[in-house]
């Protein structure tokens, strides 16, 4: 069954599996999360949670959103993400998430926002091996030539060059959940997910890979 959690990335560590593997890690916060608004198949088309996770100040909410969080008997929060779900039975208005929903073996998807890396070269951005790097080749980590051919007057869409890099927005598909800490509203996940430290993050349940892992020699 699909469900869902907002969280916040807390950093990586590494940690020694059952068969003695050591395996990198990514620690999120997950939750508590409270529902800010039920969405019905009936109603609205398709059935959802709106989940708000980590209180802010009333003195920094609109007051439009103020009396929303009013309704749903909440405190005004900083990320608000809707989770798909199958069926919307069973979920209420101010009803808190916790980490519990999930369990130790399932994979999720965990969708975050990448680092910023502000206005970067083509071999960064894009992996290029640039020029000669002898002495007197004076073509290094420059462009070059990006067309050749009758179309030489204009530049292939889409064509890799230098730019923008970052803050764009990632899922990271079937990570295995190895620990759960319900004390600490903790999920430790094996491997990376996108983000900086602090950054907010979506967790739901994976698409590609259901069920709980057998913890095979892995």
């Given at each position: ?52 996770f ?30 798909r ?17 999930f ?17 970067q ?39 890799h ?14 990570l295995?959940?190895?620990k ?25 349940s ?13």
């Amino acid at each position: 069954m699909a469900k869902g959690i907002l969280g916040k990335k807390i950093g990586m560590t590494q940690l020694y599996t059952e068969h003695g593997r050591l395996v990198p890690v990514t620690v999120i916060e997950a939750g508590p999360c409270t529902i800010l608004q039920v969405k019905e198949l009936s109603k609205d088309k398709y059935t959802a949670v709106k989940l708000g996770f980590d209180d802010k100040k009333e003195s920094r909410t609109n007051k439009p959103d103020l009396g929303n969080f009013k309704k749903a008997k909440s405190a005004p929060k900083k990320f608000i993400k809707e989770i798909r779900l199958e069926s919307s039975d069973g979920y209420e208005v101010g009803q808190e998430m916790k980490v519990d929903i999930f369990k130790e073996g399932e994979f999720v998807d965990v969708t975050g926002i990448t680092k910023g890396k502000g206005f970067q070269g083509g071999m960064k951005r894009w992996g290029w091996h640039g020029g000669p790097g002898s002495h007197g080749s004076m073509f290094h980590r420059a462009v070059g030539s990006i067309q050749s051919g009758p179309r030489l007057t204009k530049v292939t869409k889409g064509h890799h060059l230098p730019g923008h890099m970052g803050v764009d927005k990632v899922t990271v598909q079937n990570l295995e959940i190895l620990k759960v800490d319900k004390e600490k509203n903790l999920l430790v996940v094996r491997g990376t997910v996108a983000g900086h430290i602090n950054s907010y993050l979506t967790v739901r349940s994976a698409k590609k890979k259901a069920g709980i892992s057998k913890q095979k020699n892995i």
